[in-house]
């Protein structure tokens, strides 16, 4: 019983020394989660494309962000605004052709037939 006090003591004699000349446990590193409500967007563009890669059409401009449909390889979106995400990355808000379905999908993913420059959503 004494020992198992002794260590006790030693080990929080340990910590509070490390405390106070500044060292610790190292932290873990957090990443905030993207923000996939809340982006910007209107109907400022007149053009189209064609789906290159079968994907999700997502909520926000984040592969991370929630699905909103299934696009199948050449599939038409048409195009209404685009962003640049906090990763550099373009995003397109676009309207599915036939439908009222409407989302982001990244750029990426489009032919690029139609429109070398796409509006800025504002």
Not at 51 to 63: A, D, E, L
Not at 70 to 92: A, P, Q, R, S
Request: with cysteine; proline share 3%; aromatic share 12%.
């Amino acid at each position: 019983m004494k020992s198992t006090f002794a260590r006790l003591t030693a080990t929080g004699a340990a910590l509070a020394l490390l405390g106070t000349i500044g060292l610790s446990a190292p932290a873990q590193a957090r990443t905030a989660a993207p923000s996939c409500r809340g982006w910007s967007h209107g109907n400022y563009d007149h053009g189209w494309d064609t789906v290159k890669h079968p994907s999700n059409m997502k909520n926000g401009p984040f592969s991370a962000c929630g699905n909103v449909m299934y696009l199948k390889e050449l599939t038409t979106v048409y195009f209404h605004c685009m962003v640049i995400n906090d990763y550099g990355k373009i995003w397109v808000y676009v309207r599915v052709a036939g439908t009222k379905k409407h989302g982001w999908v990244s750029y990426d993913n489009l032919e690029h037939w139609s429109a070398d420059l796409i509006q800025h959503c504002t």
